[in-house]
């Protein structure tokens, strides 16, 4: 009877996991299409997806490892590269975007970095 | 430090051959019993012990963690409020990191504090440019988790 019942919150914790991975990116992407400009939607992008690949690779991981018996390195692998890589992009395409141009959203109430690209502009001419 | 690891393999590799089985996990526990032996022998081999470091990096690893998730949950909150009443911006934070090692993990982990994305570190490496979702928020709260992370990095960087 024991059996069953761990089989049983397993399940449940696999389920949890993976549907929390789910909800996570899937609010990032509606996060994409709803934000105004592009530096926050790198906001939603960059952090939804972390935690959502994390949980999806979690559940898998578990379901594996409870049915079959793989201890698969892989997806822990997989998360870890995710988790680090992703500020990483996000900083890169955000800096990317500033140098080509893109305005930031309207109602944006302040901007320092403007000031020291003008600077590094004027080095450059002179 | 890299003395003690160099040590600690030659103990690890010692142990597998003592116990005459060549597989990983006498390999794990040969280490682990190295680990004991230079734990209670330190006073003896030069520089202090290196799992006080690796404790640490532990430590900011638990930090990014921990940042991580709440991050998500507060970009989670944003995403589904109806209206969006948020006040974007630049602003540059000061910084007394000086190598370029220590700078890449403070932007990291201020790209995954809630609300906050790094955007570029200027040019002598002074300041890091921080786009936030909500100025007058994050400006108050910036201070006491820019000097938490500086602290946690300067522990294991030097």
């Known amino acids: 009877m024991s059996g069953t019942w761990i089989n049983l919150l397993i399940d449940i914790i696999i389920s949890l996991s993976l549907l929390t991975g789910t909800f996570f990116i899937f609010s990032a992407s509606i996060g994409m299409l709803r934000f105004p400009d592009i530096y926050i939607r790198l906001h939603a992008v ?26 698969s390195g892989k997806l822990i692998l997989g998360m870890i590269f995710v988790m680090v890589t992703s500020p990483i992009s996000g900083h890169m395409i955000s800096r990317a975007g500033y140098h080509n141009g893109v305005k930031l959203w309207d109602k944006s109430v302040r901007d320092d970095y403007a000031e020291a690209v003008k600077e590094k502009r004027k080095s450059i001419d002179n | 430090m890299n003395l003690q690891i160099v040590i600690n393999i030659i103990i690890a590799l010692m ?34 012990f290196y799992m006080d470091r690796v404790i640490k990096v532990i430590k900011l690893i638990i930090l990014f963690i921990k940042e991580l998730t709440l991050s998500n949950i507060e970009i989670v ?6 209206k969006l009443d948020f006040e974007p911006g630049i602003f540059a934070l000061p910084t007394e990191l000086k190598s370029n090692w220590e700078i890449t993990i403070l932007a990291n982990l201020i790209s995954l504090t ?33 000097e938490t992370f500086e602290k946690a990095i300067m522990e294991v960087t030097r």
């Open chain 1, 46 to 71: 960059t952090k939804g997806s972390t935690l959502g690949i994390a949980g999806i690779m979690i559940g898998a991981f578990l379901f594996l490892y409870v049915e079959h018996g793989i201890v």
């Open chain 2, 15 to 48: 142990w597998m051959f003592l116990s005459e089985s060549y597989t990983f996990s006498t390999f794990l526990v040969g280490y682990l019993l190295g680990i004991l032996l230079l734990f209670v022998l330190q006073r003896f081999i030069p520089d202090s």
């Open chain 2, 77 to 82: 909150k944003l995403v589904y409020k109806p």
């Open chain 2, 114 to 146: 809630p609300g906050t994305l790094s955007i570029a570190v200027s040019e002598d490496n002074s300041k890091i440019y921080i786009h936030a979702i909500d100025i007058p928020d994050v400006v108050e709260s910036i201070n006491d988790i820019k």
